[in-house]
């Protein structure tokens, strides 16, 4: 099955404090891809981070980082010194192959971030 | 930049009215996705297409049609529009598989329907 699993539906923090995102996903392909998304108040998703199966290098861009780790099927996200503007939505998505020549992302249900002032 | 964009923010209709979601992208990009977002649900695939005037089952395809007669432009049809259907409603775009990537699917803004 492919599945994308973040258990935390909500996660409420002080700005400043590190958070970190969970995502553990499921698949039967060797060669996959997963993904982050933000989707602000505003409701457009917006797309953070690509990681392909093959690379399990983690990945900082700012206050943001990623820890990829297969031996878990996990994908986490955190945030350092968090801030206001990063309340939002988070979204772990995995692109696996769906039939044919058809790709699909199915996507985790979602984190609910709030950070309070 | 990648630029997808939703005829419309809000919406409201009445139940049993036809219905257009109407999604543009200027990426040239061959595929393209409506997904509909609930509370509790997360993104569920209504229909996707991967070429002009081709379109595959999402998850949730009952209800809703598509159209895609153009590779810029691809529209969201509910038939009869019941208020089951009031959501969240989500087109994205990405490159096909034969590109190598990137695969990442690009969003619009979102059109939220409401069906009284």
């Known amino acids: 099955a492919q599945k994308v699993t973040q258990a935390q539906t909500e996660i409420s923090v002080v700005e400043k404090e590190d958070v970190t995102l969970d995502c553990v996903y499921e698949?039967?392909?060797?060669?996959?891809?997963l993904f982050w998304y933000k989707q602000p108040p505003s409701g457009e998703l917006v797309f953070l981070i690509r990681r392909n199966s093959f690379d399990e290098q983690n990945e900082i861009s700012g206050r943001y980082s990623w820890n990829f780790q297969k031996s878990t099927s996990s994908f986490n996200f955190t945030i350092t010194a968090s801030q206001v503007v990063d309340s939002a939505v988070y979204f772990c998505a995995l692109r696996f192959h769906s039939g044919g020549s058809n790709y699909k992302l199915t996507f985790g249900k979602g984190t609910l971030l709030t950070v309070n002032p | 930049d990648v630029k997808v964009t939703q005829s419309s923010r809000y919406l409201v209709k009445r139940t049993g009215e036809k219905v257009f979601l109407e999604c543009v992208q200027d990426m040239d990009h061959e595929n393209m996705f409506w997904y509909r977002q609930d509370p509790g649900l997360g993104l569920r695939l209504i229909y996707f297409s991967y070429d002009v005037k081709m379109k595959e089952k999402g998850d949730i395809p009952e209800g809703y049609s598509v159209s895609r007669e153009k590779k810029e432009r691809f529209s969201l049809i509910l038939e009869s529009a019941s208020t089951n259907q009031t959501s969240m409603y989500l087109c994205?775009?990405?490159?096909?598989?034969?590109?190598?990537?990137?695969?990442?699917?690009?969003f619009g803004p979102g059109t939220r329907l409401t069906v009284t």
């Open positions: 698949t039967r392909d060797t060669t996959y891809y």
């Open positions: 994205a775009s990405s490159l096909p598989r034969t590109s190598g990537g990137p695969y990442e699917q690009y």
